[in-house]
């Protein structure tokens, strides 16, 4: 199925973890016993990737080699390189680090309970579309609120999806767009996701593939405890 293509893996980590309020940044505190971060790297690793970019914090690069790696730079990653101040401009960084793959499949770092499943269905999208997300249906009604906090709209939810990550692209796609992108200040307002990269630059359609409501990103206290409680039931 893959053909002899190549795939390249970015994991962001450079993140300063604002709304976990914690004394260590989310992505190295311990979870289930080892940092954050290498549950996503453990994850790709086993996965039908070839290369991996971990994207890091700027100065932070030695102490992720030396005490979250500890010293042992597992096989697939090829770079431990830093980020930027948005996710975009780490994910750029990221980019640039993987010249040699057809796929590349960003990731957040702070997702630890990717699974070989939804890393297999977002390669085969990316592959059969050029450009796809991990993607759940919304659980909750989602409303607009006006400046007063008062509901103003009620969205449709069957058609609402939360999206997640992987999400993965034809590397010449993605590429293209972030080149345009960065090169274009006013391109660069209100984008919180890839997908929107090549939704709004390139016009480019995003297939929405089945993620999984454990692919949780650890974004606040509360988050860590689900995570640990899944990791436990994983064995
Ligand atoms: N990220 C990154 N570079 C940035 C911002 C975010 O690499 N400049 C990464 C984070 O490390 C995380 C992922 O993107 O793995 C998703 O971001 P988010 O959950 O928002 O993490 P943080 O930005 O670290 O947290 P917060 O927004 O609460 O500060
Ligand atoms: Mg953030």
Redesign the pocket.
């Known amino acids: 199925m893959l053909d002899g293509k190549k795939i390249g893996v970015v994991?962001?980590?450079?993140?300063?973890?604002?709304?976990?309020q914690s004394e260590i940044?989310?992505?190295y505190m311990t979870l289930a016993g080892r940092p954050l971060?290498t549950y996503a790297l453990s994850a790709f690793e086993e996965s039908e990737a070839d290369e991996i970019v971990l994207?890091?914090?700027g100065g932070e690069e030695d102490y992720v080699r030396e005490v979250i790696l500890r010293g042992k730079i597992p096989g697939k990653i090829c770079a431990v390189t830093a980020?930027?101040?948005?996710?975009?401009?780490?994910?750029y960084e990221g980019l640039k680090k993987l010249t040699n793959c057809d796929i590349v499949l960003i990731?957040?770092?702070?997702?630890p309970l990717v699974d070989q499943a939804v890393i297999a269905r977002t390669i085969r999208g990316a592959l059969t579309d050029g450009a796809c997300v991990a993607a759940m249906p919304v659980k909750d009604t989602i409303k607009v609120a006006d400046d007063d906090s008062c509901a103003e709209v009620t969205l449709d939810r069957s058609r609402l999806w939360q999206i997640q990550?992987p999400q993965a692209f034809s590397y010449p796609l993605i590429r293209e767009a972030y080149e345009r992108m960065m090169a274009d200040e006013s391109l660069q307002k209100g984008i919180t996701d890839d997908a929107m990269v090549v939704e709004t630059i390139l016009h480019c359609r995003v297939r929405l593939v089945e993620g999984s409501y454990e692919n949780l990103?650890?974004?606040?206290p509360e988050d860590l405890v689900v995570a640990e409680a899944l990791l436990h039931s994983r064995g």
């Open positions: 994991v962001l980590a450079a993140g300063k973890g604002r709304r976990m940044q989310k992505q971060i994207v890091v914090g980020g930027g101040k948005e996710r975009y401009h780490s994910v990731h957040d770092g702070a997702r990550t990103k650890v974004t606040t």
